[in-house]
Structure formats: structure tokens, C-alpha cells
């Protein structure tokens, strides 16, 4: 930023930053090239983020005949294609009510456990406090596939030990998701709790309260910010989970949407449904795109009041 301060000695006005220092034109027209430079760079990005939402859209809208066609804009708009989404063969309202379930599942056992776990991290002291972190967050860097397999022939039933058999259910979909968002939940939460100062707990105490007390109604109100955060950022992941529920689920009637979208099935057997995809998409997407919306003040917030200590 610059400020006019004055004249030069030989006329004319003398350009100065904040900090003082007197700009030549070359410096300033440096400074205007590097901002047309950003500006580009980021219109760049914003494009190649946006346009395959665009393209979805777009071809959600074209008739089901035409869903191949590379036009930009479809001529003539046609909305058959999310008449077609909810047939009944697809299965696709129940599929929204399963995947609304599991990620709401999911977000409310992450908050709960998560919650707990992260203030006890960031208040107890211990021996291999900072290993314990770090194998937490370790766990959630295996590939999803690794793990599909030993929990399948677990919750089919496959050991004597366990004798719950879990296929076609809720919690074989929202246990194993937990297992990825749990630690990141943990992480993320630990850093909110770790800013606040335990005075505050500690002076809740000394007027009669108990450290439960002091936690659920100094601390926890005060974290709001990185509890919400974590709410959005752990029910957006759920709801895109694909592996897991594809792999537990086999009956249509408990299949989550996107378990849902992939099964679509055209006229015939060999026949890919493109736009009726599309406008699955759409529908599926929409929601999460107005909730970050709605919300974006307070993810915004919640993400930098988690990294300003």
C-alpha cells in the first residue's frame, strides 16, 4: 500500500509506503505488475476448481439423449435427468436418508469422543505425551483399502470372538469412518483447548465448581469456534465417503448416496445414465456447498482462532 506525502524537491509528488520509504515508478509499477500477476494466478485457480462443478451442472441439464455432448451451455434445458434420479429402481431418496445418517452418525460420535480426548491431551501431562499425538494422527494415514478387508470378515461375522454380524448396517459404516475422523477431530480440537488458559478452569474451581463443571461451562463455550469447524470439516468427509460403504453394504435399501449414484443403470445393461450422474452430483453437492456457504464466517474463524495461541 502507498500514500502521496509531499512533494519531491524538483516538483511533483513524492509516493511513499507505510514504512516510510520514498517509491520510485519503477518500484511502483513493479508493485502493480506483481498484483496483475496474483490476480491472474488466482482467477487461474479459481477456474480449474470451478469448472468441473460447471461442467456437472451443465450436464445435468441437457436432455438424457444428449449426454455426451460437449456444448457449453445446453440447448434446449432440460430437467429429466433429475426426474430420472428418483425412480424407484435407484433407490435415491433413501440413499440421501442413509448417507444424512451416517455422516450425522459420524459428526456426533467424532464431537463427543473427539471433544473429551483432545482436552484431556491438551491438560494432562504425561510421559510420551507428543508420541501419543503423533501415533494418533499416524492412524488416520492408512489407505482406507488396507483396512476393508480385516473389517469386512469381521463384522460378517468371521471371528469367534465377535459375534455381532454387521453387514447391512449403520455402524459398520460409521465405526470405520470414525476410525479416519477421530484422529484429525483429536488434532484439530487439541490446539483450541491448548490456547485457552487453564487459569480460567482453575479460578471456576476455586468459586465451587467441579473440573467437568469448569470444562463444560467455561472451556467448551469458549472452543465453540474449533468445535463447529470440526463438525463441518468431519461431516463433509462422511458424507463423500464411497470405499466403506460400498464394501459393507449390499442391499440397495441401506446403500449411501454416492454407493447409490455409481449403481445407476441406463435403458440397458451396457447403457452409462451420464446425465442422470450428473444431476445426482448436483443434488448431492448442492447441500454441502450451501452449508460451507452459510457457515463460512465461522470455519474461517474457527481455523485461525486454532492457530493463534
Known amino acids: 500500500m502507498t500514500s502521496a506525502s509531499g512533494s519531491a524537491p524538483g516538483g ?72 430420472a434420479v428418483f425412480d424407484p429402481d435407484n433407490h435415491f431418496a433413501r440413499a440421501l436418508a442413509n448417507s444424512l445418517v451416517v455422516a450425522g452418525g459420524t459428526t456426533v460420535l467424532v464431537l ?24 494418533i494422527v499416524a492412524t488416520s494415514m492408512f489407505p482406507v483399502i488396507t483396512l476393508v478387508v480385516p473389517l469386512l470378515k469381521l463384522f460378517s461375522g468371521g471371528f469367534e470372538w465377535w459375534p455381532f454380524n454387521w453387514i447391512n448396517s449403520y455402524q459398520a459404516m460409521i465405526l470405520p469412518t470414525m476410525s479416519f475422523a477421530l484422529p484429525l477431530a483429536v488434532w484439530n480440537l487439541n490446539a483450541f483447548f491448548r490456547q485457552l488458559p487453564v487459569e480460567l478452569e482453575q479460578a471456576a474451581m476455586v ?12 472451556i467448551l463455550p469458549l472452543a465453540a469456534p474449533g468445535v463447529f469447524t470440526t463438525a463441518i470439516i468431519t461431516f ?3 458424507w463423500n465417503e464411497f470405499l466403506i460403504a460400498l464394501t ?22 451396457f447403457d452409462t445414465p451420464y446425465g442422470t450422474k450428473m444431476a445426482a452430483g448436483v443434488i ?18 474457527g481455523l485461525a482462532a486454532g492457530s493463534v495461541k
Open 207 to 218: 468459586d465451587g465448581t467441579t473440573r467437568f463443571g469448569a470444562f463444560w461451562r467455561i
Open 236 to 238: 463433509i468427509a462422511a
Open 248 to 269: 459393507m453394504v449390499n442391499q440397495p435399501a441401506m446403500q449411501t448416496a454416492n454407493v447409490a449414484i455409481s449403481k445407476f443403470t441406463g435403458s440397458s445393461q
Open 12 to 83: 511533483g509528488t513524492q509516493i511513499r509506503s507505510r514504512t516510510g520509504e520514498v517509491l520510485s515508478p519503477k518500484k511502483i509499477k513493479g508493485g502493480r505488475a506483481g498484483s496483475i500477476v496474483i490476480a491472474i494466478g488466482m482467477a487461474l485457480i479459481l477456474v480449474y476448481c470451478l469448472l468441473p462443478f460447471y461442467w456437472m451442472a451443465v450436464s445435468s441439464l441437457r436432455l438424457p439423449s444428449e449426454g455426451r455432448s460437449t456444448e457449453l451451455i445446453p440447448n434446449p434445458i432440460s430437467f429429466e435427468n433429475y426426474v
Open 112 to 135: 463427543l469422543l473427539g471433544t473429551f480426548g483432545a482436552y484431556a491431551l491438551a491438560r494432562l501431562d504425561f510421559a510420551g505425551k507428543v508420541l501419543v499425538m503423533f501415533m
Open 284 to 301: 448431492v453437492t448442492v447441500p454441502l456447498i450451501i452449508l460451507v456457504l452459510v457457515f463460512q464466517r465461522r470455519i474461517i474463524g
